[in-house]
């Protein structure tokens, strides 16, 4: 008899049921479901930590393909919390996973999560528990893999955002900054950006002159187009911002408002009419993985169930180049896969006259 785990952690996105699916079908296939058991562990490592847990079964997964969000709920867990004793239940929250995992005698626990959660799976493995993990998020920053799923569709759906934002924009002659999420790393903004024609990209990796992104909304003004699509992360921030330390950086923020905000309030009297914000927010993590991330997840999931009936544990499966390949945790643990400033898309897009205000 097989027992194997799941979780899903951090913030959603487009293809986690999938993706789980694409593990449990592997597995009964190879084995038969009579031989599986299936623990599907509620909203992230609160369900392992607290014991809440239900026990599932092929069919649980079946016909979840095309389902966005997750089928076991999520949260957020801090990995620099994991560590710390509960403050509520005085519980140690590390042993207390151990012990859930020992109780349910699981042969692997299958963590579908970003950065932090990796880490904490990276931990788990280091602690002696088998765990294999699929790289989720709609950021694509997870370092050691060339993609994650989630990313494809939320591109579409920003994407869709810049498309409807511009006809009114061109009806009105406005000013739009569209608002993408991202508060470290840009790959988001910066594909749909391209993607839907911005005339100037802001990304976090990428500190912004005000005076710049000004000289890009006159210039169009004074052309026929006469209006501008700005697309900033939400994490973009200006030269001056970057020179902040982190705390220093993070009050002001609190202070100031989000990143469009605070650019439309530096543009006010440096460029003439209207200037509106448009964020499509939680939209982007919501809804139907789009046929890319469904196949990629299920594909992703086949890849980890493969290496779970394989048993080779303490791995991430990662996109390299056209294959699926499993890379170690430990490599994968605390690093970010940041836009590279002279980088290929980058580059692209200046040369198509995209400006990045710099
Ligand atoms: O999951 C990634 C992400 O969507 C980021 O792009 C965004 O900054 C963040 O999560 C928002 O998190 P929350 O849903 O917790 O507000």
Do not use: H, R, S, Y
């Given at each position: 008899m097989k027992r194997i785990g799941f979780l899903t952690s951090g913030g959603d996105c487009q293809g986690l049921n999938p993706a789980m699916r694409g593990v449990t079908e592997t597995i009964c296939t190879a084995?038969?479901?009579?031989n599986v058991e299936f623990y599907g562990f509620e909203d992230g490592y609160k369900g392992l930590i607290y014991g809440k847990y239900r026990k599932m079964t092929r069919a649980d997964f079946?016909?979840?393909?095309?389902?966005?969000?997750?089928?076991l709920g999520t949260s957020r867990e801090p990995f620099k919390y994991i560590?710390?004793?509960?403050?509520?239940?005085?519980?140690?929250k590390v042993k207390e996973m151990k012990k859930t995992y020992s109780k349910l005698k699981l042969d692997c626990l299958v963590v579908l999560g970003g950065n932090g959660s990796t880490k904490t799976a990276n931990l788990l493995s280091e602690q002696g528990l088998n765990v294999v993990t699929l790289p989720k998020t709609i950021?694509?920053?997870?370092?050691?893999?060339?993609m994650t799923f989630g990313c494809h569709t939320a591109v579409e759906i920003a994407t869709e955002a810049i498309d409807r934002t511009r006809t009114t924009a061109a009806s009105h002659s406005r000013t739009f900054l569209v608002e993408i999420m991202g508060h470290k790393v840009g790959w988001l903004a910066l594909e749909a950006g391209i993607a839907g024609g911005a005339d100037a990209i802001l990304l976090p990796e990428i500190p912004y002159s005000v005076n710049k992104v000004a000289s890009v909304i006159k210039k169009n003004a004074k052309s026929s187009r006469k209006y501008s699509i700005i697309v900033v992360a939400e994490g973009a921030m200006t030269k001056d911002e970057a020179k902040m330390s982190k705390k220093e950086r993070n009050a002001h923020f609190a202070e100031t408002g989000t990143a469009s905000d605070r650019l439309a309030k530096s543009l006010e009297g440096k460029v003439e009419g209207e200037i509106r914000c448009v964020v499509p927010g939680h939209t982007q993590r919501g809804g139907n993985p789009c046929a890319y991330d469904r196949r990629f997840a299920t594909e992703l999931g086949a890849a980890a169930g493969q290496l779970i009936l394989d048993e080779k544990y303490g791995f991430m499966v990662a996109l390299k180049g056209d294959k699926l390949e499993p890379v170690p945790l430990s490599e994968v643990a605390g690093k970010l896969k940041y836009v590279?400033?002279?980088?290929e898309e980058v580059k692209y897009a200046k040369a198509l006259g995209i400006s990045f205000a710099d």
């Open positions: 084995l038969g479901e009579k079946a016909g979840i393909q095309n389902m966005g969000g997750t089928i560590q710390v004793i509960d403050p509520e239940t005085g519980l140690d950021d694509n920053d997870i370092w050691g893999t060339d590279p400033v002279d980088g």
